[in-house]
């Protein structure tokens, strides 16, 4: 009996949290423009990314990115050199739905929605990984309001990007080692790791970190009390390669004699922008390579731009908060991640092997991110937006989650360490709102998607 009742509150909290991600998530998808206007409310760049899935779905197949319908004007390049799986998705099903008469307006939200789809998705994933994470049904909870209701992560979720397609592969391949590493591997476990990483891959280089930590925690869960499962390890190594070159190998493999052998696009795209520059075009592109690092750090505006866009910054990177916002938002989840860390130091001693490396994998996933996105900032094109780490949000907000469960457990009031969760929930949500609803939705009713693109149903 107490079991059934515990299944029931569950799946009424899971409800809830899905109703008011979806709720969220639609509510702002729908009313944001797509072109730029004052003060640059719209998405970033959302209008030169629908070129690729508008392409798709008129043409009816893959530009190879120097098509100048699919070329963007002052960058020389098009997003279509990029993996494009999301394009792909929106392009074919905005064909299906101009086969039943959609046009302009219906094809952007037919674009959006899948993006949308996406985000529900991955808050799916992530209500599971929290289950696994804190047995304490509550705070399974905590973790992922905190992940979804992100100011900046459930935004990433409105527009036309390859960014969602990302995160939810993230968040898929964190369940499925979690799941793993708890269970053991089985073919389904195996499936849905091969799926996360192959939609990974096909979606966003920023999220490749999660690739490279994938490779040595999938061979240490054959290692079982000190041994090494050998015959397992070639079983499901073999099929795990085999459904991810199945599932993510063709692009590579057309990339290869589409684009010359340039397998990831990336020379292709500045071979595009080097014609765009002899055509005299201008061509805008900021490295930041000609200072050194201290200057670097100092003198641009990165280590101020970069934690404030990874909490809350609307439009194209130009719909600010306010100073006491930000401040107030950085010291909850510093506070938080500082509490966690040290309740995990604290603990580690007592915790097991299989624990202690998924941890290990997940810092180190953080870090490799992090990198990754601090040499494109420095070498190629000085963009210190948090979308750019933002695959970090699910292993920062356990650690952050964590914390406030270890500050709670510490109070002895018991009706305040009782209320907590819920205080600390509502913190989260009271500043999603002042942010997205307060500060950023009037903008959008006063100039919504309908009046001022140019699109119509």
Known sequence: ????????????????????????????????????????????????????????????????????????????????????????????LMCAVRLIG???????????????????????????????LFKNEIYSFVFSLFTMFLPQHLFLYTYVNTDAFCLMSVSMILFA???????????????????????????????????LVSV?????????????????????????ILFVVLFSGWWFVRCYFVLDGDILGLRSLSAAQQLAVERGESVKNIPAESMNMIQFLTQTTVLKDMPVSFVAMYGSMSLWAGDVYYVLYLLFIGAGAVAGVMACIGQLKYRSMEDKVLEAGGIAFSIVTVGIWFVYCYFVDMQPQGRYVMPVVFVLMYYVANGYKKIADMIKLESVKKYTPFIISAFVILMFVIYAYAEVYPLYLERPVWSDTGLSF
């Open 102 to 132: 959609g046009t302009g307006l219906m094809l952007l939200y037919t674009a959006r929605s899948v993006n949308v789809v996406a985000g529900v998705l991955t808050a799916f994933f992530v209500f599971l990984i929290g289950k696994k």
């Open 177 to 211: 080692f979690l799941d793993i590493y708890e269970k053991g591997m089985s073919f389904l476990r195996m499936l849905l790791l091969a799926a996360g990483i192959s939609i990974c891959a096909l979606s966003y280089y920023m999220g490749y970190s999660i690739l």
């Open 1 to 92: 009996m107490e079991r059934n009742k515990r299944s029931e509150k569950e799946k009424i909290v899971f409800f809830v949290y899905l109703l008011m991600f979806m709720t969220a998530v639609i509510s702002i998808a729908v009313i944001q423009p797509l072109k730029s206007v004052e003060p640059f409310i719209n998405p970033p760049d959302e209008a030169d990314r629908f070129l690729v899935p508008t392409y798709i779905c008129e043409n009816g197949t893959l530009p190879t990115g120097f098509e100048p319908e699919v070329t963007i004007q002052t960058y020389g390049g098009s997003y279509a050199f990029y993996n494009v799986l999301p394009y792909i998705v929106m392009g074919y």
């Open 216 to 240: 040595p925690l999938f061979v240490f869960c054959f290692f079982r009390k000190g041994k090494f499962d050998s015959r397992s390890f070639i079983k499901y190594a073999g099929l795990e």
